[in-house]
């Protein structure tokens, strides 16, 4: 099971169908595209900025390696780490991107598949009974007594 988020833009309301029409569904977690082919995935869903960032990483990197003059292996090496954190990053880009942007994560699901995900954000976004309901803070549950410093009470010289 994966973690998703919804992200809808600022002028939806719940319970409106139509704000479906620029949803995006985010999954969270390790992206094997992004770690495959970098920025071309970045470039596959709009993340220019994210995009750029990754290409000026990967040639500063290569031109870095060559002027240092470490050898092919650790050069691949090195590539490969930026490559996991990239995919390890991808989908938080994409949700800063989001929100940067005006579509914030609105809500988040978990389900087995895209499909699914897909199919639970609409039934909660569209059923204002299932929501989530914000959870109140604890009242606190004793009070503070002035009297008490630490262990010891107060002795009648120093209140």
Do not use: C
């Not at 390696?65 to 470490?70: A, D, E, N, P, T």
């Not at 940067?100 to 995900?117: C, I, K, M, T």
């Amino acid at each position: 099971m994966r973690t998703y988020t919804l992200h809808l833009p600022d002028s939806a309301l719940r319970g409106d169908a139509r704000a479906f029409d620029d949803a995006v569904v985010v999954p969270d977690g390790f992206s094997w595209p992004a770690f495959a082919f970098s920025v071309a995935w970045f470039l596959y869903h709009r993340l220019w900025l994210s995009a750029l960032l990754v290409l000026a990483l990967l040639g500063g990197l290569i031109v870095g390696g060559r002027v240092v003059g470490i050898s092919p292996v650790a050069g691949t090496v090195i590539a490969l780490l930026a490559s996991l954190l990239i995919g390890l990053e991808a989908s938080s880009l994409r949700r800063w991107t989001y929100a940067r942007n005006g579509r914030p994560a609105r809500d988040a699901v978990v389900a087995a598949s895209s499909d699914e995900a897909e199919a639970k954000a609409v039934t909660r976004w569209l059923d204002p009974s299932a929501a989530p309901r914000p959870t109140a803070p604890p009242a606190p549950s004793r009070r503070f007594d002035d009297s008490v410093i630490g262990l010891f009470p107060l002795s009648e010289g120093h209140r």
